[in-house]
């Protein structure tokens, strides 16, 4: 009896099941990044511009949502060939949030989003390839 072995098949059958698991995985990390900077508390200073009252993320807290502009910024981005994805919070003020500045201590929001997700991540990808396997 032959068994018939098909590698390329097999690979390509393995690779789209992975690319699954990272499109989960990354959407996974997107909607926790959105989530810490739409959820409250903050413990930052409290102030008040154009009439209405604002309350401030702290240092090393996610970023306040005040216009809702970085929060709505986010898109992915996937690299097919590579099986990657890259999250991104697109507004121009998203890294000095993220890593700090001189005159600012950082707000991290999509590292912290990743280190969460992590487990998604693996958990998904792994999901994804043993349904293919047991085929």
């Given at each position: 009896m032959a068994?018939?072995?098909?590698a390329a098949a097999i690979?390509?059958?393995?690779?789209?099941?992975?690319?699954?698991?990272?499109?989960?995985g990354a959407a996974a990390v997107q909607d926790d990044g959105t989530r810490r900077i739409q959820s409250p508390p903050k413990?930052?200073?409290?102030?008040?511009?154009?009439?209405v009252s604002h309350q401030a993320s702290a240092p090393g807290?996610?970023?306040?949502?005040?216009?809702?502009?970085?929060a709505n910024s986010t898109d992915i981005r996937y690299d097919v060939p590579v099986l990657?994805?890259?999250?991104?919070?697109?507004?121009?003020?998203?890294?000095a949030l993220e890593y700090g500045t001189e005159r600012m201590e950082p707000r991290p929001f999509a590292r912290?989003?990743?280190i969460a997700k992590e487990k998604t991540i693996r958990?998904?990808?792994?999901?994804?390839i043993a349904q293919v396997l047991q085929r």
């Open positions: 068994v018939e072995w098909d690979r390509a059958k393995i690779e789209a099941a992975a690319m699954r698991g990272v499109i989960t413990s930052g200073r409290i102030y008040v511009r154009r009439g807290e996610a970023p306040a949502n005040d216009t809702g502009r970085l990657a994805a890259y999250v991104n919070w697109a507004a121009g003020y998203a890294r912290p989003s990743l958990d998904a990808i792994a999901s994804e």
